[in-house]
């Protein structure tokens, strides 16, 4: 984290993952992201080396919210801060790969598919809009 004005830069968070994308939650207090698992390779790791997980503001109570997968990525919150949706790829059996953008509550219970995208799947962040 650090000051808008450069200053006061600190970690939040140590360890063996690369982190990526994150997104405050909407009350400011948690951060969702995305991370990979240091030297895992995701084409022979049994369950791959991506999930989603949120830390506090302060870089307290880390923890994971989805299984490792082959891909996740992006992770939006809900304008409530009750959901989380983000973009997910599997690889089936036959090692292809199934790209799709999944919706969580934001504890990571109540999963599911909301879109299977085809190739290219998202890489880019994940916007929530209210309908009209």
């Given amino acids: ?3 808008p004005d450069g200053t006061g830069a600190r970690k939040l968070a140590t360890g063996t993952l690369h982190v990526g994308e994150p997104s405050w939650s909407p009350n400011g207090r948690l951060i969702a992201f995305s991370a990979v698992k240091s030297n895992c390779d995701p084409l022979t790791a049994s369950h791959g080396c ?4 949120v830390v506090n503001e302060n870089g307290t109570g880390l923890r994971r919210l989805t299984p490792y997968w082959a891909f ?4 939006a919150w809900s304008p409530d801060g009750t959901q989380i949706a983000f973009a997910g790829k599997q690889l089936d059996d036959n090692g292809n790969d199934e790209g799709s953008i999944y919706l969580m509550a934001a504890n990571g219970t ?4 909301l879109l299977r995208q085809p190739k290219p799947w998202v890489t880019q962040p994940l916007v929530w809009q209210h309908s009209p």
């Fill in 1 to 3: 984290m650090i000051n």
């Fill in 50 to 53: 991506d999930a989603i997980f």
């Fill in 72 to 75: 996740n990525s992006v992770p």
């Fill in 110 to 113: 109540q999963r599911h598919l």
